[in-house]
């Protein structure tokens, strides 16, 4: 490692985060409030990265069976203390938010689009999961949508506290020492470089590689994968930490739902359906999976399939094929979450999306299928083996439940959708105290993350937790920064 | 205009599902949704809210009504309630409505199921025109809730 310390420092901190989301947003308060000089580097024009734009949900566990619900998802990728770590602190994430001024409810959502938005688990066979249980920051929908009011809450902690935010500012570098200690970051100010001291620690708080293409070929379990979350999250705290010699984990892990991609607009709308009158076709007309049964954040499980004889992923892109009352029951991309949630208002019985070509129809199945080059006879045989099912009661092919089986009758409209992320939960390595650790496990001095970079996210995904660990390891980041003795 | 009594019944049922609580609470709000076929253009404001519009037979006519509805008391698997807010005809017809649901707990894993609509401060006229039509129109949805609910039991 080629060891470049500035001889002379343009800017000087105690404490340097990287990325302002809800886990650099805990950090820089917790380290503030310790009495460190903290500064957050944001590389995009507004702060919230995918806190802004996500359910806004946080989990706060009831019990300390959670340990046992994450243990048992987790799948041994992550080691058990740092979930016990976890959930000693997510237990207390609603007295933290509340000492900062906010309170929070309980999510009870309205449980009737497809896929399903849950209360609680997201696994609720798995021992534990009776303890899961999703808040957001109390208001009413007129006060924003939960993530909204989240992201007010976080950024006013920051602005009340006069903690100084540099906007458009991306951190290009660590600097370290001879000794291997995080002492600086490198930042790009108005296509200037400067050198920014942290006399104390940095902290990486700068999200995963959803908008990443190289990253995401490299590491993702299926191809593409759009992202529907902030176009900010491009793997710059992942190669920063691998240049001062950062181990790597969790790198094929994700959130992942689906998407609709128009060439106009830079992320996914994420599409959901409000009414049971929908399928999901292959490329090849044919159905694949209980539909109405899929974990919202766990699309890929379902979607990865690779045929090895056609050397493809047939079911990347699938076909959305829905019914008349589904169209009139209300948008497929309901503005809940995503990127595009503020840049497009969906129209609520889905024809301008007709109009615009984004969504097909066809008077007949037939006519469904040429559109989408589809062959016909394989859609009508699908169509029809499935109505009979729906007639039936029983879908005898992927189990989906009666409550969610309706005949689908034309006219039929159909939407090409993809696999697609809200985040990835890849990167730098680190142990129960938020540092970033070597290939050998050894913490990198005073290099500390939280957040959806490197989250301790190891396999299956249970909603809320995201925001929850942002939270969680971005106060335990924060408390341990502050502590660190000054290097000079 | 003078208004009616608070709370003036609009239509009440009551049947038994062979499923627990539990299932019933699980499936009955896709079995509202799905029990609705005129609710159109719906908004999930927040995971309680909606808005939507309803294309209901009213004096011979479907009429599209607009409709806000919020989801309170709820305590899952035993009860919740649904306010609505209609309004149509220009606004010339505007009510508001409670839809109460029970589920409670009978012998041999059954759940008795007891629905209440009511409507408060409706004006005379709309009263004297409409409340026959939304009497009709309760009972008939209740109905096939019940219908779809003994056929997912």
Not at chain 1, 318 to 339: K, V
Request: neutral net charge; hydrophobic residues 40%.
């Amino acid at each position: 490692m080629i060891v470049t310390v500035p001889e002379k420092w343009d800017l000087e901190y105690d404490v340097v985060v990287v990325g302002w989301g809800a886990a650099g947003t805990a950090a820089a308060v917790t380290a503030h409030d310790q009495g460190a000089k903290v500064v957050i580097l944001e590389k995009m024009p507004d702060g919230g990265g995918n806190t802004r734009i996500c359910g806004g949900n946080i989990i706060i566990p009831k019990g300390k069976e959670f340990i046992e619900y994450l243990d048992t998802l987790s799948f041994k990728t992550t080691e058990r203390e740092i979930i016990e770590t976890f959930v000693e602190y997510a237990l207390k994430n609603g007295d933290w938010i509340r000492e900062m001024g906010a309170d929070v409810q309980v999510f009870r959502p309205l449980e009737v689009a497809y896929p399903t938005m849950i209360a609680g688990a997201g696994f609720p066979h798995v021992r534990g999961a009776e303890t899961a249980v999703k808040y957001n920051i109390k208001g009413t929908p007129e006060e924003g949508k939960p993530s909204q009011r989240l992201w007010k809450f976080l950024s006013g902690l920051v602005t009340k506290r006069g903690i100084q935010v540099l906007t458009r500012t991306p951190a290009r570098e660590l600097i370290p020492n001879a000794q291997g200690e995080v002492i600086g970051v490198t930042a790009e100010k108005e296509g200037k470089a400067i050198s920014i001291k942290a006399r104390q620690a940095v902290i990486l708080t700068c999200g995963g590689y959803e908008n990443d293409p190289r990253m995401k070929w490299d590491y993702m379990p299926v191809k593409p994968l759009l992202f529907l979350g902030t176009p900010g999250n491009t793997g710059d705290g992942i190669r920063m930490a691998q240049k001062v010699g950062g181990d790597l984990w969790h790198m094929t892990r994700l959130s992942c739902l689906i998407g609709f991609k128009s060439p106009e607009f830079e992320a996914a709308f994420w599409v959901s359906f409000l009414s049971e009158g929908f399928i999901f076709a292959d490329k090849y007309g044919q159905r694949f999976v209980n539909e109405a049964g899929i974990e919202i954040h766990e699309y890929y499980q379902e979607l990865s399939h690779f045929d090895t004889e056609k050397m493809e992923f047939p079911r990347v892109p699938l076909w959305a094929i829905f019914d008349e009352q589904t169209r009139r029951r209300g948008a497929l991309s309901r503005g809940t979450a995503g990127y595009n949630r503020d840049l497009y208002s969906w129209s609520l019985d889905n024809s301008a999306e007709i109009t615009k070509g984004w969504i097909l129809q066809g008077k007949t199945i037939a006519e469904l299928a040429s559109r989408i080059s589809v062959e016909p006879k394989a859609l009508e045989e699908t169509i029809s083996r499935y109505n009979r099912n729906c007639r039936a009661g029983r879908d005898e092919d992927f189990g989906r439940a009666k409550e969610d089986l309706r005949p689908l009758e034309p006219p039929l409209y159909a939407i090409q959708l993809w696999p697609a992320l809200i985040n990835t939960q890849g990167g730098p390595r680190r142990d129960k105290e938020s540092r970033v650790l070597d290939p050998e496990g050894k913490p990198i001095p005073r290099l500390y993350a939280a957040g959806e970079l490197g989250s301790i996210w190891g396999y299956l995904y249970q909603g809320a937790c995201n925001i929850g660990e942002g939270l969680v390891f971005g106060r335990i980041a924060g408390k341990n920064a502050a502590a660190e003795s000054p290097w000079s | 205009m003078k208004s009616s009594p608070i709370g003036t019944v609009l239509a009440e049922k009551n049947f038994i599902v062979d499923a627990p609580p539990e299932r019933v609470w699980r499936l009955i709000g896709k079995v509202i949704f799905s029990s609705l076929p005129g609710l159109e253009n719906m908004e999930i404001l927040d995971e309680n809210t909606f808005r939507a519009l309803l294309r209901a037979p009213i004096l011979g006519f479907h009429v599209t009504l607009k409709l806000k509805g919020e989801m309170v008391d709820m305590e899952p698997p035993n009860s919740f309630s649904v306010k609505l807010f209609l309004e149509g005809l220009g606004g010339l017809f505007k009510a508001n409505q409670k839809v109460t649901f029970i589920m409670t707990l009978m012998e041999k894993g059954k759940t008795s199921v007891s629905c209440k609509a009511t409507v408060e401060n409706l004006a005379f006229l709309p009263r004297l025109f409409l409340l026959g039509q939304a009497r009709r129109f309760a009972r008939s949805t209740f109905g096939a809730i019940e219908k779809r609910l003994k056929e997912l039991a």
